[in-house]
């Protein structure tokens, strides 16, 4: 097999590679991109119950609680999520750098 036959399959397998880290990315942005919506879902007001002033105020506080934990879950989850995005964006920029390597070295 010539060198150049070698460096056409080489470049062939890092492109693909490429495209798989770049897919892993942005996939993580996207799971990443839900949890915000969702805690930024949670700072939306709590429609007004249409119920006696102590009642509302017993609703109220229980949706303040709830608001509470339902964001403590989603911050735990985004940390994760943050985490792995770090890690697929330094995959990706990785792999394209192998790969512009490799097509510069193919030309």
């Known amino acids: 097999m010539k060198d150049t036959e070698r460096l056409h399959r080489l470049g062939q397998i890092s492109a693909l590679l ?5 897919q892993r990315l942005q996939g993580a ?9 969702r805690l930024a879902a949670l700072d939306a007001p709590m429609p007004a119950p249409d119920l006696p002033s102590i009642a509302a105020e017993e609703v109220a506080l229980r949706y303040a609680v709830w608001v509470d934990q339902r964001r403590r879950e989603i911050n735990l989850t985004l940390a994760r999520q943050t985490a792995e995005w770090h890690v697929a ?4 920029a990785e792999a394209f750098g192998r790969d ?3 097509q510069s070295l193919a030309e």
Not at 18 to 22: G, H, P, V
Not at 29 to 37: C, D, T
Not at 89 to 92: G, K, M, P, S, Y
């Open 89 to 92: 964006l330094q995959e990706a």
């Open 18 to 22: 490429r495209a798989r880290k770049l």
């Open 29 to 37: 942005a996207q799971a990443r991109q839900v949890s915000l919506n």
């Open 100 to 102: 512009q390597v490799v």
